[in-house]
Every structure is written in structure tokens, then in C-alpha cells.
């Protein structure tokens, strides 16, 4: 029987060689496009479970509230890691990690630029299943200046991986033993280091500060339901072990400081969460949101609701020329569950083929759909062990889904009505179908408007006035390497023509470098109730006019002026903050040591202020900004004018080999501050893609819909044609109830799409708001590709020769 279904069913798929073609495009883009955006989901919810004990891991965090001022850290105390372990039992380990940053490793006699480096306990392969493939993990990183590599690594350095014993030299000075080499730590991690460097290298690590934030550290319980337990004791352990310190460096208890309106506490983020839930200050790599997982599962849900849409409706719109078929089988009696099962074959059948093409097709397209989304996702044979399983449920929930309403519809036809030609058929009469255009073209609408209202906040970011200007500045970011010679190089390259000015400042707006200090207003007393927790840079007196930024008020420093080291520059969120009516000439205080004395204050008098910048995402409020004027050699950056940018670069380059025999690591402003915004420019170009793959789809259901009912009107068109109506009255004739079913599809979508596209936006502290001609806009667009749709079957029909359609009569 089973057989018969198959075999009948290929022959009708056959037969109707039309509406087969179009069904199986249809499917098969859209379960190419899901499982292309399967493959994004899958591997955004993977991060970190390639460790073995990733459900007992958990990072520390800190949250820090002085005053009105908040800051949540991804990284806590140099000692907390080794206390915890001391303190609870049910603690088994812990392992800090601190980002080294850009560093240089020789090879041979050239030295190469390596940024991803860090800093990591004996305890890290412990903690983390980072498989070692030659050393000892349980000594690797215990002594000073040693450093595991990964495999990759191992084999750019050494062109094999035996190296265990070797030397590296790093920084130029430091020769570091090579005590172990570990695979290469997967892509689906929150960090991704090449090199980890002993602990014990690093002096600061063993310092006992408890009032500082500097390593990312991370636990392992030796059970997970103990997270809780080890979170809700948090704070009385921070109190225990800080106490004296706070009263030393603050003159409060913890109590007092929590009364002023202050606090410092610690919590716990679960591993597996840190990569699309956590945005701290501090993260070791740039983290994804479940935001965009939502959004683009709900992008593969509706295309593949387009996709059995249309299904349906071809089916149920050609039920005329099945009818008599439906009726005979009845006569002959064909019980009622042979002709569903008939007709589900032909489903399952359809979404079969288009599986098969859609698994091809996204297979083919997957190192495109990487380069898009910024992605390393490959189909290995565990993605295999999934996808195959995965594939054959789709075809039995997709086929089943997609032909369920038509089987039933059709096998419900009764015979007598169907032989008698009382069955009304095609377009008109389908209160169903009707509905189900309305919705696939609703969500069609709906795409378009999210995929305006993502261009226009992409375009607001890269157009708005940041309060600075990032074209045209070129940040040489290894200066330091020159140490004393750094101020040196900077005076020779303004010198240079095509250089308007040159800064030395690692503090930049597109930088990482961040620093921020609690500073005292009102007076002297340095009471946290009258405290600000701002940014707090170094610059030089060049940093102003390089950066091109506008002053609100005072003046800029002066170098030659020995009094300005001891002033300091505001930006108005700051001046805002403070509430002084006059803020030029007031005084600000920062502790220097012990807050007990405040006599040893710092003092600082306020000479300018600086009109607001964005020294930070636009996902974030501007926050207030002090900058004073002290050497900070960690980059150099150079204001340029010149048409002969790459003769430039040639002579810059001179310059620096004069200084340095390094590699000259370098970019340009502009690039970087694009860069800081490129999860949201793939999101946007991921976004048109699918939206145009999801209108393409409704596309070849309303094609085939116009098609089929043009077909059932032949008759019809033929007769208004020998009475003299022309083609246009014939088409308007054929659109206008397609049409009425896209407006009505505009009125129900753009409500729901505004709102959505409104809580987007909500994550940006910066945004547009979304105009009315965004809403025209998207229903003109839906209009027309309708239009242009059912235009061109309509076109077709009415030029056709009337005769051909009447002479049967």
C-alpha cells in the first residue's frame, strides 16, 4: 500500500510539473535559510560547553556603586581566587585569568605582534579542559616565565610541536621556558588566548589588595547546586576580608559606606552564560546577546511559515483540478484515510526533495554565511550526528505540517457535489487561504520594517556627530615599546608634512585603555556622599585639538605652564553631575593612599570643559569624563592631511625603524570605531538577506496563487475580452483582491513591528525613532512586489487569445 502512495504520488508531482518546481524552490529556500540560521543558534548556545565540567564553573563578578555612579566588572580582587578555595569546602578550585594584551614574541630576529596573550594560574587546565599535547598540566604554569602555547602557535614559531624545553623571548627582554602545548582553545569560547603565561611572572598577583578589580577568576564546585549557597555568602566574605582596608582607605566601615548610598559586592555568572548574557567591564572577548538568538530564530520560524504557507495554499487553490479526481477515488470506494494518505505522500514527498537541496545548498553557502556573521562554523561529523536526524524529522513535520490542511480539505469533497460541478474553486470562496496571505505577507512587512529601522540606526551610528572626529587619524598602538624615545618620535613625525598634530595617549574613544578613580567635590572631607566615580585619563596638552574636540567653557592645557599639572578638563556630563553653576575654578579632590587623611588629597583645579563625546558605545549614556594632563606613552596618534597617504605611511615607517627594529602595529581611528559596531552591522546585512530570501518565498506563492487563479477565470477573461475589455481593466481585475489582501496584511504587521522594532531599539542609549515614512515605506514595497507579482500571470492571461478559451464551449 505504503508503495502505491509513493508511486502515485510521484506521478501527480509529475504531472503537474508547475506547481511541483515552485513548491519544492519554495520549501527548499526556506529550509536552507533555516538551517543555515540553525547552525548561527546552535553555535552561539555551544559557548564554553566543550569544557567537560562547564556546569560547575562559574566566574566571580564584582558590582561597585559609589554614590550615583555604578560599574559592573567581570573581573574582582588579586586574591580572591586562592581565599575561596582556603575559606569553602565545596570550592575545588579556582583559576584567575588577566589579558596581557598586545605583545611582541621573537622569532627569529623579527619580533611579532601577538594580542592574544594572558596571564593564568597553575589551576587553569584544572578548571578548563584545555587538553595539553606535550608538558605536565599540573606544573606547566607553576614557575615564573613559563608559557604553555597552542598547537598553532607551536608550529608558527617552531614548525612542530615539540617544543616543550624551548625558549621564546617576549617583550624583547623576557625569555620565557616553553613548558607545554595545548590544542587550540575551540572558537566557541569566551576567551581565545594562543599564550598563557605563568601567574608568577606577573608581581601584581600576589599583591592583597581587596578594594581593586583586575582578574577575571573563575571557580570550580564540586557540586553546581552549591552556586547558590557560595553566592548568598558573597557578601559577608567580602565584609570579613576588606574590612580593614575599607576603614584604611575610605575612613568607613562597610556598614557606614553601604548607609551612604554605596556598596561592593560580589556575585556569580555560570560559564555557559557568559558569552550571550554577560556585558561587564572587563570581559575577556567580545560577548554575543540573546537578543539577536531570538531574533533570528524567529526570522527562521516565519520563513519556514512562508515556506508551508505557500504549500497550502497552491494546494487548496488547484483543488478544482484534483476534485474529480477526489470524486471518482470516493465512487470507486477509496476510503477517506487512503485519500489523506495519499495526499500527505505527495507532501512528504515535496519536502523531501526540497530538504535534500536546502542541506546542499547550505552546506555550499556555509563559508559565505561565516564571512557575514563573523563565524568558524563548520559540519564536522558530530554536526552530522544531529543535522541527519534533524533533517528526517523536518521532512515528517514539515511534510505533514505543510499538507495537513490540504489533504484534509480535498478528501472532504463529496463526490456527488464534486461530479455535478457545484464545488467552487480557485482563488474566490477561500476564506482560508485568504487568511494565510494576509500572513505570510504580514510577516513579509513585518522583515521590511525591522530591516529599515536596522539600517537606519546602523546609519544614525556612522553619520551622528560623536563629538570628536575619528577620520583621518592614524593611532600608532605599540608606542610604548619606544620607552623614553617615545616623546622623541612623536616631535619628528609632526614634523613630517601631511602631519597637522600628533597626541601620546593609550586613552582614546576607541580604545580599550580604561581608568577610573572616585573623586570628591564640595570639600576636602572626602565624604562618599559627595563623590563621583568618572572616567579619569592621562593625556597631553595635543589630545584636544587632535581629536578635534570642542570646548564647552575654560581653556585647554598648557604645556609649557608648570601650574597645569595640577588642573584637570571636565566633559558637561560631568559639569552636569557636579551641579555648580560656575564648575571653572572649582576644586576636586582625589585620595592619594590613606582617605583617613584627607589632608593627603589630591587637589585639582577645574579650568575647562569639554562639550560631550561618545568615548563608548552607543548602547551606553555618556558618563563623566575627566582628563589631566600626565605622560602616557601607550600610543601615538596623529591628525593627518595628505593626498599621498601611502607615501606617508612609507615615511612614518622610516621613522619608526629609526627608533625601533619592531613591527610597527597600527590603524586608523575610523576603522577601529567601525569595528566596535560590527556584531550590529552583520546583524543588519544577516537581516536584508533573509528578509529578502522570506519575500522571495511569498513571492512564489502568490506567483503560483495569481497563476492558478487566472487559470480558473479563463473563461471569464475570455468573454470580457470579446466585449471589448482591454488588458488593463483585465489586470486591475486580477490584482485588486490580491492587493486588498496585502493592505489588510500592512494594517495587522505594522503595529506589532513597530513595537518589536521599538524594544530593539531600547538597547541603544542613542537612537532614532522610528518615523512614519518607515511604516509607508514597507507597505509600498509589499504593495508593488505584490503587484509586480500577480501582474506578470495577469499580463499573461489577458493577452491571451480568447478564442482558445471559449471554443470548448
Known sequence: MFRNYIKTAFRSLLKNKGFTAINILGLALGLGACLLIVFYVADELSYDRYNTKSERIFRVNADLKLGENRKDYAVVMPPLAKTLVAEYPYVEDAVRIKNAYNMHVKKGEVNMVENK??????????????????????????????????????????????????????????????????????????????????????????????????????????????????????????????????????????????????????????????????????????????????????????????????????????????????????????????????????????????????????????????????????ITQSTLLWLLPVSALIVLVVGSLAGSYPAFFLSAFQPIDVLKGKLSAGFKGGGLRSFLVVFQFGISVFLIMGTLVIKNQLNFIQTTNLGFNRNQVLVIQNAYELNKETKNFK????????????????????????????????????????????????????????????????????????????????????????????????????????????????????????????????????????????????????????????????????????????????????????????????????????????????????????AYAAEQRTKEIGIRKVLGADVSVIVAMLSKDFVKLVVISIVVASPLAWYCMHLWLQDFAYRINIQWWVIAAAGITAILIAVVTVSFQAVKAALANPVNSLKNE
Open 491 to 706: 616631535n619628528e613625525l609632526t614634523q613630517l608634512p601631511g602631519v597637522t598634530s600628533a597626541t601620546m595617549t593609550d586613552f582614546l574613544p576607541v580604545s580599550v585603555n580604561r581608568r577610573s578613580t572616585s573623586i570628591f567635590f564640595k570639600d576636602a572631607t572626602l565624604d562618599q556622599k559627595n563623590s563621583i566615580f568618572p572616567q579619569f585619563w592621562e593625556v597631553d596638552s595635543d589630545w584636544i585639538p587632535t581629536l578635534d574636540i570642542k570646548m564647552a567653557a575654560g581653556r585647554n592645557f598648557d604645556k609649557d605652564r608648570l601650574s597645569d599639572s595640577s588642573v584637570i578638563i571636565i566633559n558637561e556630563a560631568a559639569a552636569k553631575f557636579l551641579g555648580y553653576k560656575n564648575t571653572l575654578g572649582q576644586t576636586l579632590y582625589e585620595s592619594n593612599g590613606s582617605r583617613t587623611k584627607p589632608v593627603n588629597a589630591l587637589k585639582y583645579e577645574v579650568i575647562g570643559v569639554m562639550k560631550d563625546f561618545h568615548y563608548s558605545s552607543m548602547h551606553e549614556k555618556i558618563e563623566p569624563l575627566i582628563i589631566h594632563l600626565a605622560e602616557n606613552n601607550g600610543s601615538i596618534s596623529l591628525r593627518v592631511n595628505t593626498a599621498n597617504l601611502p607615501g606617508l605611511m612609507s615615511q612614518i615607517k622610516n621613522k619608526w625603524s629609526g627608533f625601533s627594529p619592531m613591527q610597527m602595529n597600527y590603524s586608523f581611528m575610523d576603522q577601529d570605531f567601525d569595528a566596535s559596531y560590527r556584531s550590529e552591522q552583520r546583524v543588519g546585512t544577516i537581516f536584508i538577506i533573509f528578509t529578502t530570501l522570506a519575500i522571495i518565498i511569498a513571492c512564489l506563492g502568490l506567483f503560483g496563487l495569481a
Open 117 to 378: 596573550v594572558a596571564f593564568a594560574d597553575p589551576s587553569l587546565f584544572n578548571v578548563f579542559t584545555l587538553p595539553l599535547i606535550s608538558g605536565d598540566a599540573k606544573t606547566a604554569l607553576a614557575e615564573p616565565n613559563s608559557v604553555v602555547l597552542t598547537e598553532s602557535n607551536a608550529k608558527k614559531y617552531f614548525d612542530k610541536t615539540d617544543v616543550v624545553g624551548k625558549m621564546m623571548v617576549i617583550n624583547d627582554n623576557q625569555s620565557f621556558n616553553i613548558t607545554g602545548v595545548i590544542k587550540d582553545v575551540p572558537k566557541n569560547s569566551h576567551f581565545n588566548f594562543d599564550f598563557f603565561l605563568s601567574m608568577a611572572t606577573w608581581a601584581d598577583s600576589r599583591s592583597n589588595a581587596w578594594l581593586r578589580n583586575d582578574y577575571n577568576t573563575y571557580v570550580l564546585l564540586k557540586d553546581a547546586k552549591d552556586a547558590k549557597k557560595l553566592a548568598g555568602s558573597l557578601d559577608a566574605f567580602l565584609l570579613k576580608m576588606s574590612g580593614d582596608q575599607m576603614k584604611s582607605e575610605i575612613g568607613m566601615s562597610y556598614a557606614d559606606f553601604e548607609k551612604s548610598g554605596s556598596y561592593f559586592r560580589l556575585n556569580l555568572t555560570p560559564l555557559t552564560d557568559i558569552h550571550l548574557k554577560s556585558n561587564r567591564t572587563g570581559e575577556l572577548g567580545a560577548n554575543g546577546t540573546t537578543q539577536y538568538v531570538y531574533i533570528f530564530s524567529a526570522i527562521a520560524i516565519f520563513i519556514l511559515l512562508i515556506a508551508c504557507v505557500n504549500f497550502m495554499n497552491l494546494s487548496t487553490a488547484r483543488s478544482s483540478n484534483r476534485a474529480r479526481e477526489v470524486g471518482v477515488r470516493k465512487v470507486l470506494g477509496s476510503p477517506r484515510k487512503y485519500l489523506i494518505a495519499q495526499f500527505l505522500s505527495e507532501s512528504i514527498m515535496i519536502t523531501f526533495f526540497a530538504t535534500i537541496i536546502a542541506l546542499f545548498a547550505a552546506i555550499a553557502l556555509l563559508p559565505l554565511f561565516n564571512q557575514l556573521a563573523g563565524k568558524d562554523i563548520a
